[in-house]
T-cell receptor, first 115, second 115 residues
Framework: AQSVTQPDIHITVSEGASLELRCNYSYGATPYLFWYVQSPGQGLQLLLKYFSGDTLVQGIKGFEAEFKRSQSSFNLRKPSVHWSDAAEYFCAVGRLKTSYDKVIFGPGTSLSVIP | GAGVSQSPSNKVTEKGKDVELRCDPISGHTALYWYRQSLGQGLEFLIYFQGNSAPDKSGLPSDRFSAERTGGSVSTLTIQRTQQEDSAVYLC?????????????FGPGTRLLVL
């Protein structure tokens, strides 16, 4: 069965520092991978997604993620964090569209940003 | 409307009462998901409506929970005989298609408090 883990429950970084949020998945097929962000009091919003091709994916708000098949990982990165990036981040995995299927979300990583 | 809407935005009820939560997906979206997010927790999948196929109810925590989707559009999540542990934010999402590659668009959620 597919699953997603986010090893870090909570991360604190200083504003301007670099950021990497980890995501590992367990899957028997080619995955579709997503990162969503949930800002305080807001709904979830898609940051970026990977389907195929270039393993480095660019998203909104200056985020990027790299798919590493050998490590079953899809880590999210940002070179310089802004205070407004403080939020909950969710990694998610979907299955190649051979039939109807649902997307599985990880438990989330809470990001705090120190001014 | 332009996005997914949910009503009510907040609901306070007494233990043992029934509640209905409504979700209006984006027009034309085939798939509809319900999730539960307890305080400080990740997304707990509840149910997935996938076009005209039978819904995936594998995430419903008990038989007190049920959901309908009428006419392939509006969905209602019903919780019967509410318990205090049902207190959470209930999120609805829709996507254009039903495959694992689809981006989900989330509503703002309904915050349920069971006293």
């Amino acid at each position: 069965a597919q699953s997603v883990t986010q090893p870090d429950i909570h991360i604190t970084v200083s504003e301007g520092a670099s950021l990497e949020l980890r995501c590992n998945y367990s899957y028997g097929a080619t995955p579709y991978l997503f990162w969503y962000v949930q800002s305080p009091g807001q709904g979830l919003q898609l940051l970026l997604k990977y389907f195929s091709g270039d393993t480095l994916v660019q998203g909104i708000k200056g985020f990027e993620a790299e798919f590493k098949r050998s490590q079953s990982s899809f880590n999210l990165r940002k070179p310089s964090v802004h205070w407004s990036d403080a939020a909950e981040y969710f990694c998610a995995v979907g299955r190649l569209k051979t039939s109807y299927d649902k997307v599985i979300f990880g438990p989330g990583t809470s990001l705090s940003v120190i001014p | 409307g332009a996005g997914v809407s949910q009503s009510p935005s907040n609901k306070v009820t007494e233990k043992g009462k029934d509640v209905e939560l409504r979700c209006d997906p984006i027009s034309g979206h085939t798939a509809l998901y319900w999730y539960r997010q307890s305080l400080g927790q990740g997304l707990e999948f509840l149910i997935y409506f996938q076009g005209n196929s039978a819904p995936d109810k594998s995430g419903l925590p008990s038989d007190r929970f049920s959901a309908e989707r009428t006419g392939g559009s509006v969905s209602t999540l019903t919780i019967q005989r509410t318990q205090q542990e049902d207190s959470a934010v209930y999120l609805c999402a829709s996507s254009l298609g039903t495959g694992g590659e689809e981006t989900q668009y989330f509503g703002p959620g309904t915050r349920l408090l069971v006293l």
